[in-house]
T-cell receptor
């Protein structure tokens, strides 16, 4: 079965370090998304991509970057981790416009 | 742009009672509407979706939702809840021309025995 996997599931890092969260999907979807989930804010869009070499900023993109070198992967990089970036991060992918998102199981990131 | 408001952050109900989780949206264009469920320590799963056609949409686990265009609402209902329905529920909207999904803040459904 097709799936979307995130790694690691849990990560603890120190302020100022660079961190990369991995996302890999086998749906062959063109569209991929990164969200963060925080209490009281629901899910907020960080970055998204509509295809290889395409990346776009979401509503909370400051301090984050992504790159899309193939269809399957959209890694999320925190250039210099801050305590405000402690959160649960979800990757998702989708096909056509009317298609729902398929989510990974999330990465819980703690920045100390 | 689209926005979503889930009117209740928490909803406690007794087992076997009916439940309604409320969702209102705002959009200047036609939309697709979704409800997702998130169980503890898991990602989000699709419960149901409205794309077009019948305004009453049936989903998994006995849930259904009704699209009301005049009231810009998409409330989620279940006639009889079970302990296993304890989870967080998210309403989401997407413009029919766009690819970005906008989520509400979520409603935590707690089922008491």
């Amino acid at each position: 079965d097709a799936e979307i996997t995130q790694s690691p599931r849990h990560k603890i890092t120190e302020t100022g370090r660079q961190v990369t969260l991995a996302c890999h999907q086998t749906w062959n979807h063109n569209n991929m998304f990164w969200y963060r989930q925080d209490l009281g804010h629901g899910l907020r869009l960080i970055h998204y991509s509509y295809g290889v070499q395409d990346t776009n900023k979401g509503e909370v993109s400051d301090g984050y970057s992504v790159s899309r070198s193939n269809t399957e992967d959209l890694p999320l990089t925190l250039e210099s981790a801050a305590s405000s970036q402690t959160s649960v991060y979800f990757c998702a992918s989708s096909g056509e416009v009317e298609s729902p998102l398929h989510f990974g199981n999330g990465t819980r990131l703690t920045v100390t | 742009a689209q926005s979503v408001t889930q009117l209740d952050s928490q909803v406690p109900v007794f087992e076997e009672a009916p439940v309604e989780l409320r969702c209102n949206y705002s959009s200047s264009v036609s939309v697709y509407l979704f409800w997702y469920v998130q169980y503890p320590n898991q990602g989000l799963q699709l419960l149901l979706k409205y794309l077009s056609g019948s305004t009453l949409v049936k989903g998994i686990n006995g849930f259904e939702a009704e699209f009301n265009k005049s009231q810009t609402s998409f409330h989620l209902r279940k006639p009889s809840v079970h302990i296993s329905d304890t989870a967080e529920y998210f309403c989401a909207v997407k413009g029919v021309q766009g690819q970005k999904l906008v989520f509400g803040q979520g409603t935590r459904l707690t089922i008491n025995p």
